[in-house]
């Protein structure tokens, strides 16, 4: 069986080395040239676990190949970004673009399949339509489905086996085909359903923890408005059965969370107010940290910061909405400050200032920021890091550090400042 996926970003490349590995002969396709001949070389242009050693062993294999074309397959799946507009509205485009380059591949019984994460009623408005205008019936000439990937960077190879996933078919028919492609290589279940209710649940899935962290980030402000520990006041909520407080932080950030609650918002703004605040909420945190920065060094005349972690997240590379970029832009436009800035995952190039060794940015520094929980800084050795720091405090955005109670060390964090 020959599958052809469209889009080599986090989704695809993973998605496409998986089919691979279980003996499929996928072409994976790109419009980005420099990604596909990486690929053709064994070589990929991403960070994620596990995943070069498989690449390279599938591509050398012959099994994965890329192109800036597709070509007849059984199989179509695209896995292109939705990207956002200004006025908060999903930018489909790439959905669109990568289904009218398959058009002219597809023949009668082959399955398609939408990964990408699109607004509600996008399959039945907006791709059923393209490929009908194309003299493809959508609903009887090929199978069509949506399957929104739901896997979390940083474990996207296992996830992408063991979780359940779910198939929206355009009819009952599509949705079994696109299941059997996936029973074929995920030991999760994989349940069927309609093309419209997988949008909706994917959607609602990252709302949900977008909504979950925003009450998170709200008790943090309301426990340095009142003098509580918020991380204090977690653990015990926690105790009870059925409460999970989320973990307050520095913001939200990446493509998934950021961004895909809005996708909700657009379709359905006078009902969604909850989803909307949430999303407030949790971008008003840059702000916060800022504020907090000031309060913890208002007594220094030209406080030195050392800014450790730029991603949006722990141990990857991706810098996509990650607020941590944004705490750095605030902090280095702000002339009262001399900042240095450390992330081991991110490269120059992928941001607009330059970045720092760890030693660099802690020497003489003031106040070490911690707005990124990688495993690097949560195996630092606090006594070398802080050694040749001016003064010895941490600011642990992401309650990450576990610093001994000895210490000559301040270690102030997100949720606990009075
Ligand atoms: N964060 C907090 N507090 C928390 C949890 C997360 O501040 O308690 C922050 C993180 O630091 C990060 C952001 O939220 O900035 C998002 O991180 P994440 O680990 O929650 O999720 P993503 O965006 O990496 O991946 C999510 C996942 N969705 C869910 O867990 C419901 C993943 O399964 C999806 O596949 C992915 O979105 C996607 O592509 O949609």
Known sequence: ????????????????????????????????????????????????????????????????????????????????????????????????????????????????????????????????????????????????????????????????IENTRIVGGITPEAATKAGDVYRAVVTGDVIETEAVTAEMSKLMENTFRDVNIALANELAKISARLGVNAHHVIELANKHPRVNIHLPGPGVGGHCLAVDPYFIIEKAQAESPLIAESRRINNSMPDFVVEQIGRLTAELKNPVLAVCGLTYKGNIDDVRESPAIEIAEKLLADSRYDVRIHDPHVRDEQVPFKLTTLEEAAKDAHLLVILVDHTEFKLMDEGKLTENMKTPVIFDTRNCLKVADDTKLTVHRIGDLT
């Open 1 to 160: 069986k020959k599958i052809c996926v469209i889009g080599l970003g986090y989704i695809g490349l993973p998605t496409a080395s998986v089919f691979a590995k279980a003996g499929y002969d996928v072409l994976g396709v790109d419009v980005n040239k420099r990604v596909v001949d990486l690929l053709n070389k064994g070589e990929i242009h991403i960070e994620e676990i596990g995943l070069p050693e498989m690449v390279r062993e599938v591509v050398a294999a012959g099994n994965l190949k890329a192109s800036v074309t597709p070509e007849k397959a059984d199989v179509f799946i695209i896995a292109v970004p939705t990207p956002i507009h200004e006025d908060y509205t999903a930018n489909v485009d790439y959905v669109k673009d990568a289904t009218k380059a398959i058009v002219p591949f597809i023949e009668k019984g082959n399955v398609v399949i939408v990964e990408s994460t699109i607004p509600p009623r996008t399959m039945d408005d907006v791709v059923a339509p393209i490929l009908a205008e194309a003299g493809i019936d959508p609903y009887n000439d090929v199978y069509l489905a949506h399957c929104p990937e739901r896997v979390l960077p940083g474990r996207i190879l296992i996830e992408l």
